[in-house]
């Protein structure tokens, strides 16, 4: 991951073009660096053509004065002089290299380890470290990756250098828009000084209204023939763009540099004080957090790991020689909204791309393609595939929430004309599962039962039937039923063969917890209409999971019973609509695209958010049916559902949800999907599970059998695990304090613990009470789950050991 030391500063040296002098001017920089007394390091990652025309051994050969302090290295180099990715092949073709060419992550992984070698070996008094690409921006690595995406993981501060020919000023503006997009820090502009051209007027005062750092130098002279003469002629040329008295232009850059260094580093390590006494968070208690050292830092984030600042002691040496900053997992899926990964290229381009074409367009009697196209995907080809046909566009998940209740009751409240009173229509309830959540707006909590989300304006609107839940206790599938129905039951739970048959929900439905089941909710509701209870409008569910809550899950043939019991006309004499919450759950966060065909019923509205637009920014949609649609469908305005948020439909949001679509639609099919499937079906079962998980049963099975362990189950990319604590519930530190140790770096152990760029890695996560849960993004890499895994497993291990 990213890197940065106090005492080696670290520039990335990216070039507008092939042949604009990235070799000559990074020559110039880092001879001004050891003129300063600094240990310079030059890192050429890949290099092509003949030795003697390589550009370490330019850097040797002009090191200056200082060259004692210059330490210069290639690590990977080939003998053809073509791009990296086609000199590679070559390599191999001609048995020159009986290797093929090393994946981006070991390429990227080589170089960090360079860089930290140098770091630990750096003395006291500091040093530069230059990192000098090939070609231009987008030109290919070994693998073919572009080197703005290749190099992304490492993350650091950048120097471009601008192209000074013809056409130069489109290619060093395009350059510079290409690294700002993938998140660089592009610290300094350089090219040379063409008075032909003179690209560096254009570009000087373009950059700066931009706050960038523009420097243009003399250019080189002509190479010579004589290579006596041509050393001569260079070193006399250097000689003078870097003079011993280290005054001139690229000094002063040298000097920018060294600021930009030093700006960061303090801008980081004043962060946590400045958020203590300015941020409000969600979720926190701030009595609980009063140390600096309890605030999270990120300075960036790629794939599934955030890169955070680790604050020196005050104590430490100023050559401390290892990063500042850490990889850390993100092992919440940033809120659930992760699918793959941080920082994705393509769907970074795709909110850019929209942003220019639009901006944000109103949407009411409008339309524009990228909400168009995602409104029919969802309903035709999506989740809504069969039973919706319209698609509402809101701000998150809880405005979705908010839009679909305010759709099922009113629909109802239509269907029904005449049983309401208009006092009445007011208490209108919804029938639900306790331990519901459906988001923060004062309308989504109405719809949960009274708890510690809830505010003073709370006013529970319903009945919320206790349910069964599944999980894996003691190695065994189990469904544990609550009093109300186990005393039906003649037991508290129920053991299952496997995990596959609990979700088969089609082949228990004429079973006797079906039966049970049935009579139970029937039963309840009845009561409820005869006693005078709440007037029931709706059904809203979280299905098979409710997050918030717990991480409960919830018998999929319980849910599947209830939407059953509130369509039938035996109890209501019309249907009660049916909210499928799956802000959450939906999108394949379980597995599934939706949880319809797991359960075999279709809501009438669902509600989707969070994987939606890939984790990259807010966006809701709420689907609902024929049905519900038309019962605000006439000629007159006040029927309409009159609902909306500034920000409905923002094309960047929908450009960006239909990016993540298509990518999910490949993820689906992949190898990874495919084995993750075979690991969860039963043997000599031949249909693949419709239960399956990327965590490994073998290892939810076991942890579910630990001493301090109550239950643990697994989902798609769902980890819970469940702690022993006899004060369980929200307010409960128990599972918080048992996995204390795994939010820190593994150690050394770089084989189990390796992060993209090869450095051990410490876990973010977040509990619920005595609730631990962990969550992957939808491409996460099997290496990276099976070491959290095995950090898991041996931090509850010693807890047990130790109890």
């Known amino acids: 991951m990213s890197h940065l030391y106090k005492n080696l500063r670290i520039h990335q040296v990216f070039g507008a073009n092939t042949d604009v002098g990235k070799t000559i001017i990074t020559t110039a920089l880092v001879r001004a660096s050891a003129l300063k007394q600094k240990n310079v390091f030059y890192l050429k990652p890949v290099s092509t053509g003949a030795l003697l025309d390589a550009d370490d051994e330019h850097i040797k050969r002009h090191a200056g004065p200082y060259k004692n302090l210059v330490h210069t290295k290639c690590l990977f180099r080939y003998d053809d002089p073509v791009s990296p990715h086609l000199a590679v092949k070559l390599a191999t073709a001609d048995g020159k290299n009986a290797v093929s060419a090393p994946s981006d992550e070991t390429f990227v992984n080589t170089i960090a380890h360079y860089i930290r070698g140098r770091a630990a070996a750096l003395s006291s008094q500091g040093g530069h470290m230059y990192v000098e690409t090939a070609g231009g921006v987008h030109s290919p690595t070994l693998m073919g990756t572009t080197q703005a995406d290749s190099y992304r993981p490492l993350f650091l501060p950048t120097i471009l250098i601008g192209d000074s020919k013809l056409g130069g000023i489109s290619s060093t503006i395009s350059s510079y828009e290409s690294l700002l997009l993938r998140g660089y820090i592009v610290d300094a502009i350089v090219l040379f000084r063409d008075n032909y051209y003179q690209n560096w007027e254009y570009l000087t005062p373009y950059f700066a209204e931009r706050g ?82 309890d605030v999270t830092v990120i300075d ?55 942003a220019g074409r639009y901006g944000h367009v109103m949407f009411p009697q409008a339309t524009h393609l990228p909400a168009l196209k995602l409104a029919e995907r969802l309903v035709y080809d999506g989740p809504g595939k069969g039973w919706a046909s319209r698609a509402f566009f809101s701000d998150n998940g809880s405005t979705a929430m908010e839009v679909a209740l305010k759709m099922a009751l009113r629909s109802f409240s239509i269907e029904t004309e005449g049983t309401f009173e208009p006092s009445a229509k007011k208490d209108m309830g919804i029938i639900g599962l306790k331990g519901s959540y459906h988001g923060d707006t004062i309308g989504a909590m109405d719809a949960s039962e009274e708890g510690v989300y809830t505010c003073e304006w709370h006013q529970a609107r319903g009945y919320w039937f206790d349910p069964p839940t599944v999980s894996i206790q003691k190695g065994r599938v189990n469904i544990s039923l609550p009093p109300s129905i186990a005393g039906l039951f003649g037991s508290t739970s129920e053991t299952m063969e496997s995990l596959s048959h609990v979700y088969d929900v089609e082949s228990r439905l004429n079973t006797l917890l079906a039966t049970i089941y049935r009579e ?126 500034s920000y409905t439909a923002h094309a960047v949001g ?150």
């Open 654 to 803: 929908c450009q960006v949800a239909n990016t993540t679509l298509d990518t999910l639609g490949e993820l689906v099919e992949s190898a990874a999907w495919t084995e993750a499937r075979r690991k969860w079906t039963p043997q000599g079962q031949e249909a693949q599970s419709s239960a399956w998980s990327f965590w490994d049963p073998n290892f939810v099975e076991s942890i579910s059998c630990l001493d301090t362990i109550s239950e643990a189950m697994a989902l798609g990319t769902v980890l819970v695990i469940k702690f022993k604590d006899t004060d369980a519930g929200y307010a409960s530190h128990s599972a918080q304090n048992v996995l204390q140790s795994i939010k820190n770096s593994a150690g050394d152990d770089q084989t189990l613990s390796a992060a993209p760029g090869g450095a051990p890695f410490g876990i973010h996560y977040r509990t619920l009470g005595n609730v631990a849960y962990f969550m992957t993004s939808l491409n996460t890499q099997q290496a990276t789950i099976d070491s959290v895994e095995n950090r898991i497993w041996d931090s509850l291990s010693n807890t047990t050991r130790t109890s």
């Open 300 to 354: 960036s984030a790629w794939s599934d790991f955030f890169s955070i600042y680790d604050s020196p002691p005050k104590t430490a040496p100023p050559s401390n020689p290892t990063s500042l900053l850490k990889p850390q997992l993100d092992g919440s899926a940033s809120w659930w909204t992760q699918t793959l990964g941080h920082s994705h290229p393509s769907l970074a381009l795709a909110a850019a791309n929209a």
């Open 520 to 645: 139970h909710i029937e039963r309840t509701l009845q009561g409820l209409l005869e006693n005078g209870g709440p007037g029931l409008a709706a059904l809203v569910l979280e299905p098979l999971v409710m997050g918030a809550g717990g991480m409960i899950f919830v018998d999929p043939l319980f849910q599947r019973i209830m939407v059953e019991v509130v369509r039938d006309s035996k109890i209501f004499q019309s249907p009660l609509p049916v909210i499928f919450d799956e802000v959450f759950v939906g999108l394949y966060r379980l597995g599934h695209q939706s949880s319809g065909p797991l359960l075999g019923v279709n809501p009438d509205i669902s509600v989707y958010a969070k994987i939606l637009t890939g984790g990259l920014l807010p966006l809701g949609v709420t689907l609902a049916s024929d049905r519900i649609f038309q019962a605000f469908y006439s000629t007159n305005k006040t029927d309409a559902l009159l609902h909306g948020h």
């Open 212 to 293: 960038v750092h523009v420097k243009a130098i003399d250019s080189p002279p002509s190479r010579l023939n004589d290579a006596a003469e041509n050393f001569a002629l260079t070193e006399e040329y250097y000689t003078k763009l870097v003079p011993q008295s280290l005054d001139g232009d690229i000094s002063e850059t040298v000097q920018h540099l060294d600021d930009c260094h030093t700006r960061r580093l303090d801008e980081l390590d004043s962060m946590p004080r400045r958020t203590l006494d300015t941020v409000w968070w969600p979720f926190v208690q701030h009595g609980l957090v009063t140390s600096e050292q």
